[in-house]
DNA sequence: TAAAGTATGTTGAATTTTCAACAAAAGGAG
DNA sequence: CTCCTTTTGTTGAAAATTCAACATACTTTA
């Protein structure tokens, strides 16, 4: 596990804990590290809600997939972030989401039962790590806040703009990069994929943005 | 306090607390009570992050409004429920939403730092309320992915339905109360309120569902 | 009770999105 | 380098949404 530490101290679940202690931590709590290649699954809808994931390397896509088949990026996750918490703190049977390596990636898998319940070692780091859980929903639930701004708009345009926007406030300049392609931009702004392109030529042709690949400019 | 002491035991924010502790955490939190007329604001948008809201009576929506006047409600929060704890446990400096009461009613606020902050007396109870809180807020992020499910689909009429049918689950029932009106109800699944209600009559001419005001029965 | 105001349903035109099909560009494997 | 695959851009037709305007039903209150 030593070998992660540097990441894990970036890791908002560890806040405020000294790394002798994190390691001591790791094995008490039965943290299990698992590999993923490209387009591999991590969680599957409907797998019980059991483990909290950190990503150690790589990025995870949290997706649901709906009956028909259209896919809604919910969120993308990078290294030292946290995923699938909300499942598991709340304690349901089972996830409504997906959970696929976007690239090869590295997770730590800790089952939420051993944060949430003192063990018999009595490790008392428990009220550490649910002070910080806390915090980590706290800031999921602002993003998601933030992706309903976006995507409550009505049309492609809106929807993209009130995206770029953030993503420039986010970045602290009008020039940025932002994590998805094409088809994953449009499943995360909910809009059909050709329309955001047509809508991206568009502004384009019009001077409002400067776009590359997946590096875009306002103008 | 003791009045509303009833209300209080039911909420998730107090669990696993006996009623005489209750009492005494309350001074202890600096806990006050508001009461708000039908649509007057309880917290408006840009406004500090600084209290957690219970709802003691009546009901509170929770709501986006953007530049150009369009509404999107993201929740309605009833008896006992609690709501703004993300801004306040996240510590971001002012809220992104705004909060009115949806009919008259009464909140107890409660400045989230007491909370957070282990105080003087040492009171002893905030591990509890954290533990109590961050399943709070676990469970508020279920919510939100509900939410998307339901807006991230791309017709008024799929909306329409995937609402429906999570509502008569949660009712347990084919029949049951929406807690919107039609202008309500349009801008929580993001869509236009004429063409909500042209689509519920034609989806009742079909004979897919029954609907007489707020009660909609599947059929 | 009447009047005024609010909520809901209806309609058609204008706008926008979705869908399908294809072309062009970019990237990867051998 | 070439072939193959994936991604992106473009287009037009079909479908759906939005918008505005109005009729009707329901509530509130004076």
Redesign the interface.
């Known amino acids: 596990m030593k070998k992660y530490l540097e990441i894990l101290k970036k890791c908002a679940l560890f806040a405020d804990i000294d790394d002798e202690k994190l390691i001591k931590m790791l094995t008490c709590l039965g943290a299990k590290v698992a590999a993923f290649d490209k387009k591999y699954t991590v969680f599957a809808e409907g797998s019980a809600a059991k483990y909290i994931g950190i990503v150690l390397s790589g990025t995870v896509q949290i997706v649901?997939v709906?009956y028909y088949g259209?896919r809604?990026i919910?969120s993308e996750m990078g290294t030292a972030e946290v995923f699938a918490?909300?499942?598991?703190?709340?304690?349901?049977s089972s996830i409504?989401?997906t959970v696929i390596a976007n690239e090869p990636c590295e997770v730590m898998l800790i089952d939420c039962s051993h944060i949430?319940h003192t063990c018999e070692n009595n490790c008392g780091f428990h009220?550490q790590l649910?002070?910080n859980?806390?915090?980590d929903?706290?800031?999921?639930?602002?993003l998601?806040?933030?992706?309903?701004?976006v995507?409550?708009?009505?049309t492609t345009r809106e929807k993209l703009m009130t995206y770029l926007a953030i993503q420039a406030k986010k970045a602290g300049s009008d020039s940025f990069n932002i994590p998805f392609d094409r088809q994953e931009l449009a499943d995360y702004l909910?809009v059909d994929r050709s329309g955001l392109s047509a809508e991206i030529s568009k502004l384009r042709r019009e001077g409002v943005i400067k776009c590359d690949k997946n590096r875009f400019t306002l103008l």
Chains 1, 2 share one sequence.
Not at 85 to 92: G, K, L, T
Not at 137 to 142: E, F, P, Q, R, S
């Open positions: 649901q709906d259209n809604s919910l918490e909300a499942f598991a703190c709340a304690e349901i409504p989401v949430l009220q649910i002070f859980l806390m915090k929903l706290a800031k999921k639930t602002i998601f806040h933030q992706r309903i701004e995507t409550s708009k009505r909910e």
